[in-house]
């Protein structure tokens, strides 16, 4: 079979490989529909990824056909359509007991840690698939994964109805993060430097845009909460610049949200935490949060609305990384099409 390989950095290949066959009784044999390229692939591809090891098979947004199954498995059927919910976790670990397996000690990401999904089939346990509508077009499911980190960071922002939340970033993940705060009740700000992007959040629900580029954020934001400050700042951009100015424009009781891998130092005063009481906290991956996101693709309440933007067939894989590359602002989600 066909597999996708980033053997060092900005080296990729695509690779024949032995097809994978079940060896464990709950093990599920997958044919590949549909990857997305994700900015963290494009990370692996630079070798900047400070998580990743190569070689590796890239691709962790996936949906695919369930082709065989194994004794034990009842979750799925052959037939089925599934989209891969990329984490495998210890389960004894602190954070796996406290039900936070998305940061378990001897956490492995499908995509990043071990081989992913952009080849033509691929084997997991059951529990890292999620059988979806087969009346849905691949091209909506395979979102599934980009919305659950959407999820994710409306989850530890304590998102509720009636809540100001700001995004900074309106990138593919910012624009998740919009889709799943607007279904919570939420008023949403957004700023980025791009016209387009804002206009296509606007599309998609944001209440308020700001350019941030020409305006200025932290006046607008409190024009727009008569002086309280934003509920939930959630950080898309993640640079020190837009940690930093969180805390400028949270609310007291407020919650801020990071997304980043940033390992430059922010200059953070203790007062304003203090002061209004602020709490941070970081957003990685997703935690228990595909049933939700499986049930808003099921009901049409999760739609992408123009955020897939680019195909490209598996022989075209190199040239679309290299799309990514060049032109990151005519691309909102690009995918990878197998047959």
Not at 92 to 112: T, W
Not at 270 to 282: M, Y
Request: with cysteine; glycine share 8%; net charge negative.
């Amino acid at each position: 079979m066909k597999a996708v390989q980033v053997r060092k950095a900005h080296e990729l290949v695509v690779q024949e490989t032995e097809k994978p066959q079940i060896s464990e009784s709950k093990d599920v044999l997958v044919k590949v529909k549909r990857v997305g390229i994700c900015g963290s692939d494009m990370h692996i591809y630079h070798g900047t990824n400070p998580l990743a090891t190569l070689p590796r098979v890239v691709g962790h947004e996936v949906a695919g056909e369930v082709v065989e199954v194994g004794p034990d498995v009842t979750s799925v059927q052959v037939g089925d359509h599934v989209v891969v919910e990329p984490i495998s976790y210890c389960g004894e670990c602190y954070a796996c007991r406290k039900g936070r397996q998305n940061v378990c000690q001897n956490l492995s990401v499908f995509g990043v840690h071990e081989d992913g999904g952009m080849r033509e089939w691929f084997v997991l346990p059951e529990k890292q698939l999620h059988a979806v509508d087969p009346a849905l077009p691949w091209e909506e499911i395979v979102l599934a994964e980009p919305y659950t980190i959407g999820a994710q960071a409306v989850w530890r922002g304590e998102v509720e109805q009636g809540d100001t939340v700001l995004i900074q970033g309106a990138g593919p993940i910012g624009i998740c993060i919009l889709k799943m705060a607007k279904l919570q009740g939420a008023t949403v700000m957004i700023t980025d430097l791009s016209e387009e992007r804002l206009a296509f959040a606007k599309e998609n629900g944001a209440d308020v845009t700001v350019d941030a580029g020409r305006e200025d954020v932290k006046q607008r934001v409190q024009d727009w909460t008569n002086g309280e400050g934003a509920n939930v700042v959630i950080d898309a951009v993640c640079l020190p610049m837009t940690f930093e100015l969180s805390f400028d424009v949270v609310s007291a009781a407020g919650r801020i949200v990071v997304l980043g891998f940033d390992e430059r130092p922010s200059a953070i005063p203790q007062l304003p935490i203090t002061k209004k009481e602020v709490t941070v906290k970081g957003s990685r991956l997703q935690t228990n949060q595909f049933p939700k996101v499986v049930d808003l693709l099921n009901e049409g309440k999760l739609r992408h609305n123009g955020l897939v933007t680019h195909k490209f067939s598996l022989e075209e894989v190199q040239e679309a990384f290299h799309f990514v590359e060049s032109h990151p602002e005519q691309v909102r989600k690009a995918i990878i099409v197998f047959e």
